[in-house]
C-alpha cells in the first residue's frame, strides 16, 4: 500500500491479476461467463444449425485459396439466419444477469483486488472464502448495482435531453457550434456517470455503503482526483482493446475449422478475461487517493498491528 501513478496501477492490476488468478476466474468465468455462454447461445438459437460454418464449407469445396479472407468472415459476421423465437427468453435471461450475477462478478473481483491491495493473497484466504464474503453481502451488493443502473439511466436521460437541446438550437441558429457544445456537455456527462460508477462497488465493499450510500463518497473520491480517474480509465480502455484484438486474432486462428458455436465460447471467454482488468485497477486507484488523501496506509498499518496481537489476518481487509 503505496502511493501509485496511473502507469504504476496497471503494473500492479497486471501482477494483481497474475498472482490472484484463480480467485478472480472462479467470479469472471465460472459465475459470470457461464452466465454470458446459456445468453450467447440461446441468442444464436436456430442459425446455428440453418449456418453451420462457412470456413468448413468452403474447405469442403477445396476452396483454399480462399482461407484468408473466410477467417476474417468467421471473425467479424453473423451467423445469425433469423432472431430466434427463444429471443425474449434470452432477453429476461440478460436482465437477470444484470441484476442478480453482475454484483457477484463485480463484487467478488472487486473484493479479491481489494485483498490483495491491503497486502492479502490467495494463499491466505482461500476461494471458498471470497464467495462466503461475496454471498454475505449479496442482498446489499444487489441492491447497490440497482442503484448504479438508476444513476447511468437518470445520466443518460439528461445527457440526451442536453444533446437534443443544443441540436434544435442549432437548427434554428444555423450554426454547428450549438452541436459541437452539446456533444461536448453529452460526453462529459456521460464520464461523470462512468466515473462515480467505478467507485461504487470499491466503496460498498470496503465502507459498508450500500444502495445509494456509495455515490456522495464516490463523488468526494472522484473530484480529488479527475485526471487520474479520467486518464486510468482510457489507459485501461487502450490495454483491453489491445488484448481484445490479440486474444481474438488468436481464438479465431484456433476455432476457425469449427462451427458459429466455437466463436461464440471463445468471444465469451475473452470478454471473461478482460473484464476484470477494469475493476482491479479502479479498486487500487481507490486505495490509491485514500493513501494519498487520507493516510489510509498509515491507518490500516496500525489496524493490521491491532489484528495481529489478537490473532486476526483476515480482519481489516473488509472492515474498518
Do not use: C
Not at 437477470?96 to 494463499?123: D, E, Q, R, W
Not at 442482498?139 to 437518470?154: R, W
Not at 481474438?248 to 466455437?262: A, N, R, S, T
Amino acid at each position: 500500500m503505496k502511493p501509485m501513478g496511473v502507469i504504476g496501477i496497471i503494473d500492479h492490476t497486471i501482477k494483481l491479476y497474475r498472482n490472484n488468478f484463480k480467485a478472480i476466474i472462479l467470479f469472471a468465468l465460472l459465475i459470470g461467463g457461464t452466465a454470458n455462454l446459456i445468453i450467447s447461445l440461446m441468442q444464436m438459437g436456430s442459425g446455428i444449425a440453418v449456418w453451420g460454418s462457412p470456413m468448413i464449407s468452403m474447405l469442403q469445396e477445396g476452396g483454399w485459396e480462399e482461407l484468408g479472407g473466410a477467417f476474417f468472415e468467421t471473425m467479424f459476421e453473423s451467423y445469425y439466419a433469423a432472431q430466434p423465437d427463444n429471443s425474449w427468453v434470452a432477453g429476461l435471461l440478460s436482465l437477470a444477469v444484470a441484476i442478480f450475477i453482475t454484483p457477484l462478478v463485480t463484487g467478488g473481483v472487486t473484493f479479491v483486488a481489494l485483498s490483495a491491495g491491503h497486502g492479502v493473497f490467495g494463499n491466505e484466504i482461500t476461494e471458498k472464502s471470497y464467495l462466503s464474503q461475496i454471498f454475505s453481502k449479496y442482498g446489499k451488493l444487489v441492491g447497490t448495482i440497482l442503484a448504479v443502473y438508476v444513476l447511468l439511466f437518470l445520466f443518460a436521460v439528461v445527457a440526451v435531453i442536453i444533446l437534443s437541446m443544443f441540436i434544435g438550437i442549432a437548427a434554428v441558429s444555423g450554426s454547428n457550434l450549438g452541436i459541437i457544445v452539446g456533444l461536448l456537455l453529452f460526453f462529459i456527462i456521460l464520464i461523470l456517470a462512468m466515473a462515480l460508477y467505478v467507485f461504487a462497488f470499491p466503496v460498498a465493499i470496503q465502507e459498508n455503503r450500500y444502495g445509494f450510500a456509495w455515490l456522495p463518497r464516490a463523488w468526494k473520491l472522484f473530484t480529488s482526483r479527475i485526471w487520474k480517474t479520467i486518464g486510468l480509465g482510457l489507459l485501461t480502455l487502450v490495454l483491453i482493446f489491445i488484448l481484445l484484438i490479440i486474444l481474438q486474432i488468436v481464438f479465431g486462428m484456433v476455432f476457425v475449422l469449427f462451427p458459429p458455436i466455437f466463436i461464440v465460447v471463445s468471444s465469451v471467454l475473452v470478454t471473461a478475461l478482460l473484464t476484470p482488468i477494469t475493476m482491479i485497477a479502479f479498486a487500487l486507484l481507490y486505495l490509491d487517493i485514500r493513501i494519498t488523501t487520507e493516510g489510509y496506509d498509515l491507518e490500516m498499518r496500525l489496524v493490521s498491528m491491532q489484528n495481529a496481537e489478537e490473532g486476526n489476518i483476515e480482519g481489516s481487509v473488509y472492515d474498518e
